[in-house]
């Protein structure tokens, strides 16, 4: 007879072998935490500064000599107007150098963004009543101004190795106290293109693309990967070809995406001809990429459902197409959802395979179709993070919470319709 | 009773029967007669075939990629495994409740409305509730639903939800129901309510019952068939099995000396 006190030993060590694991449990967790929260501080700490642009103001005449000296109000003649000349007597008038003086006036010049003169031939274009008169104009700065002011340069570095001379300082100090100089956010970063300059360099093309390339996907994969499910699923004869085959979708979720951009390259680029860097090939690799998540996600959701509800189904009279999709398919959709999800946004973040069919490519237009010429996030920070600009640095880490955000609005999508879907049995 | 039995027309007829799941031999050669507007009643240990014998009255067995099975089984006189026979025909006319109960996750409106939408009984929306509520009452379930039709099936208590599935069955207009063990998942008081609504609808179709409680085939059915390792033993009046059985295998089931 075993009494009481006879286990106490083994409750002892029991109890500490639990106690262990509780604590390895907890220590993963917090591991996993701590490495999240740094990651997520060195991003934004890094990229929070990018959502503002310094900007200078600065009384600009709109002289209608070099404007539009005929008065044709044409729009070609205001397109291709002079006007550099415009911002450069702004700016020399402003700050009261001579003409004649060459490197002051180059060193005056180097305050202001590259873009200046395409933002003042923007505002004529929307408003051609402006010709002729004064008008106080909040150009961008470029992108020493704005290190300068966000503190990315320092000023006590001796002024031969510093990036901004003095009398650059003296100016940009005088602009301060006179309230000329604004930060605001920057919507070029969400507006513009490839630029070589960081601080009129955006986002756009990266957005379009990617969005572009979702497209695709969720239109090719999602369709094709849900199909394909429901027939291995239920329908496909138990038999070695069915396993083959499933072995193979197995396989396939497991290739590195590289190896799909090298499929896309011979066959959607070289063996059909599509255009290189397109947000339609990109789309199709990452369709052909995400397409082994969704079958395998969509295969558990539906072989999780209740054998019960499918024989209810059957029992009653009803098809077996009726039974998948009245009863076994909207019970899934929940499952289905997650994987899908999941695959979108791994697609999303898929770099490899994009670099390998030319979407890394310095593109300032907009596509206007999936045909053009494109970029997608992940590669915008591929090619800003190996820039040597200051301006750059702070806009990879802007473009990586773009990214994040993105992805983060996705699971929150997918969240939201799991909840919305899901039902009890 | 039993001159109004042996003179009804058998309803379902097995002639022969053997079904096999890969290479286990599930049932052997059985014969069988089943009279209509009656409830028979398969009893036997579990793994002895009676489920099985069962599910091939309504054709579920193909939903079972490894079954095989060879014989015939006769609806009406009408083989229900010809080729010409449409599975989906064949089970709004052979209705089935399983051992769980299970509701499909929507209302109890829809769950009983599927089956006569499915087959297109219903001609409006005013005769599709009429079927509901009568299939409802048939199997004396409206009374405690009447209120929240709109309501989840799978909200209702065990038994509830089992009368509900009961009812989803009789809505297609079944001329025969199978019932895989209704009330094993239930309790006593649900499952009185059951048998008594088995007994009511016995006036209107043929029911077969597989259960693993003497007492509850004995109290519902007026045929009993004894299942034993994949052979039918022995089947006749419930009375007569359950007082003077034949078979030295009944026997020792129905007194409780194995299964």
Redesign the interface.
């Known amino acids: 007879m075993s009494d009481i006190n006879t286990i106490s030993p083994h409750l002892k060590k029991r109890r500490r072998a639990e106690w262990l694991f509780r604590a390895y449990g907890l220590a993963a967790i917090i591991f996993c935490f701590l490495a999240v929260a740094v990651l997520f501080t060195s991003i934004i700490s890094k990229g929070y500064t990018a959502f503002r642009q310094t900007h200078i103001t600065l009384p600009v005449n709109f002289d209608a000599s070099i404007i539009d000296p005929d008065g044709t109000k044409n729009v070609d003649t205001l397109m291709a107007a002079d006007y550099q000349q415009l911002v450069k007597k702004a700016l020399l008038d402003k700050l009261q150098i001579k003409p004649e003086d060459k490197p002051t006036r180059k060193r005056a010049m180097d305050l202001l963004s590259h873009s200046a003169d395409t933002e003042l031939r923007d505002l004529i274009i929307a408003n051609p009543a402006i010709i002729g008169k004064t008008q106080d104009v909040s150009l961008t700065a470029s992108d020493n101004v704005d290190a300068v002011l966000k503190g990315t340069i320092d000023r006590t570095v001796p002024e031969a190795d510093r990036q901004i001379s003095d009398q650059q300082l003296a100016w940009i100090d005088q602009f301060s106290k006179d309230g000329k100089i604004t930060k605001d956010f920057n919507t070029k970063l969400f507006t513009a293109g490839a630029s070589s300059q960081p601080e009129t360099a955006g986002l756009w093309v990266a957005i379009l693309g990617s969005f572009y390339m979702m497209l695709t996907v969720i239109l090719i994969a999602v369709p094709l990967g849900i199909a394909a499910a429901i027939y291995l699923e239920e329908f496909a004869?138990?038999n070695r070809i069915t396993d083959f085959i499933e072995v193979n979708v197995n396989n396939l979720a497991a290739v590195p995406s590289i190896v799909f951009g090298l499929l896309g390259l011979a066959i959607f680029i070289n063996g059909f001809g599509l255009p290189r860097s397109a947000s339609l090939v990109g789309g199709l690799v990452l369709s052909l990429m995400t397409l082994p998540t969704i079958i395998i996600a969509t295969r558990a959701a539906l072989g999780s459902i209740?054998p019960?509800?499918?024989?209810?189904?059957?029992?009653?009279?009803?098809?077996k197409m009726?039974m998948i999709f009245?009863?076994a398919l909207p019970?899934a959709v929940p499952g289905i959802l997650t994987g899908t999800i999941i695959g979108l946004v791994r697609a999303l973040g898929e770099t490899a395979p994009l670099l390998m069919i030319g979407m890394v490519a310095f593109i300032v237009d907009p596509p206007k179709s999936i045909l053009e010429p494109a970029t997608a996030l992940p590669i915008q920070i591929y090619m800003w993070a190996t820039s040597a600009e200051r301006g750059f640095s702070e806009r990879t880490g802007a473009a990586t919470i773009v990214l994040l955000l993105f992805s983060f609005v996705m699971n929150a999508g997918a969240i939201y319709l799991r909840r919305k879907f899901e039902?009890?049995? | 009773m039993d001159q109004k039995l042996a003179n009804s027309m058998p309803r379902i007829l097995a002639h022969d029967v053997n079904i096999y799941y890969g290479e286990k031999h599930a049932i052997k050669n059985l014969s069988v007669e089943i009279p209509d507007r009656a409830v028979s009643a398969f009893i036997g240990p579990s793994g002895c075939g009676k489920s099985t014998f069962l599910r091939s009255i309504?054709r579920?067995n193909d939903?079972i990629?490894s079954c095989r099975m060879t014989g015939e089984v006769l609806l009406d006189g009408k083989s229900i495994y010809a080729p010409d026979v449409d599975v989906?025909?064949?089970?709004?006319h052979v209705?089935?409740?399983?051992q769980?109960p299970?509701?499909?996750?929507k209302s109890i409106f829809e769950n009983v409305a599927?089956?006569p939408r499915?087959?297109g009984l219903a001609k409006n929306k005013t005769d599709l509730e009429e079927m509901v509520v009568n299939s409802l009452k048939k199997a004396s379930l409206f009374e405690e639903v009447k209120d929240r039709l709109n309501a989840?099936g799978?909200g209702l208590s065990g038994g509830q939800q089992q009368r509900l599935?009961i009812a989803?069955?009789i809505?297609?207009n079944p001329e025969v129901i199978l019932m895989d063990e209704p009330c094993s998942a239930l309790d006593p008081i649900a499952t009185a309510r059951i048998e008594e609504l088995i007994d009511e609808l016995k006036q209107n179709y043929c029911i077969i019952i597989v259960t693993h409680s003497m007492q509850q085939a004995a109290r519902v059915s007026q045929r009993t068939a004894f299942f034993h390792l994949g052979t039918l033993v022995e089947y006749g009046e419930t009375n007569d099995i359950f007082t003077s059985p034949k078979d030295k295998r009944t026997q020792d089931y129905i007194t409780g000396r194995f299964g």
């Open positions: 004869p138990k209740p019960s509800i499918k024989e209810a189904a059957l029992g009653v009279g009803a098809s009726q009245h009863h019970l039902r009890r049995w | 309504n579920m939903t990629a989906v025909q064949l089970r709004s209705g089935m409740v399983f769980k299970n509701p499909f996750p599927y089956g499915i087959h989840s799978t599935c989803r069955a809505a297609v």
